[in-house]
Nanobody, 124 residues
Framework: QVQLVESGGGLVQAGGSLRLSCAAS????????MGWFRQAPGKEREFVAA????????YYVDSLKGRFTISRDNAKNTVYLEMNSLKPEDTAVYYC?????????????????WGQGTQVTVSS
């Protein structure tokens, strides 16, 4: 089992920045990919970014490239999502997820473990 705990969400004005953290514990040696997803009210959960556990490959949804950056610190078993130039449409609950096998990192159905989510609210 892998446990994931997100933190770092909050209320920020448009144009501001936030850094989300996702701390993994348990059988972290089994993790292959870590991803970030988000879900706005009334919308489906959508892919934001992902990284292989060793950081060799990064993946982003095209619409967020240049504003969002995923990174990881293996020594801390933590993955980060740096979000800059935030917009009101970035308001959502942000979830991190972990997958132990090979997968299309944008496919939320293939992830094995999920965190509880952290709310990000961007005011205009």
């Amino acid at each position: 089992q892998v446990q994931l705990v997100e933190s770092g969400g909050g209320l920020v004005q448009a144009g501001g920045s936030l850094r989300l953290s996702c701390a993994a514990s348990g059988r972290t040696f089994s993790i292959n990919i870590m991803g970030w997803f988000r879900q706005a009210p009334g919308k489906e959960r959508e892919f934001v970014a992902a990284t292989t556990w060793n950081g060799s490959r990064l993946y982003y949804v095209d619409s967020l490239k240049g504003r969002f950056t995923i990174s990881r610190d293996n020594a801390k078993n933590t993955v980060y999502l740096e979000m800059n130039s935030l917009k009101p449409e970035d308001t959502a609950v942000y979830y991190c997820a972990a997958a132990v096998g090979s997968l299309n990192p944008t496919d939320r159905g293939r992830y094995d473990y999920w965190g509880q989510g952290t709310q990000v609210t961007v005011s205009s």
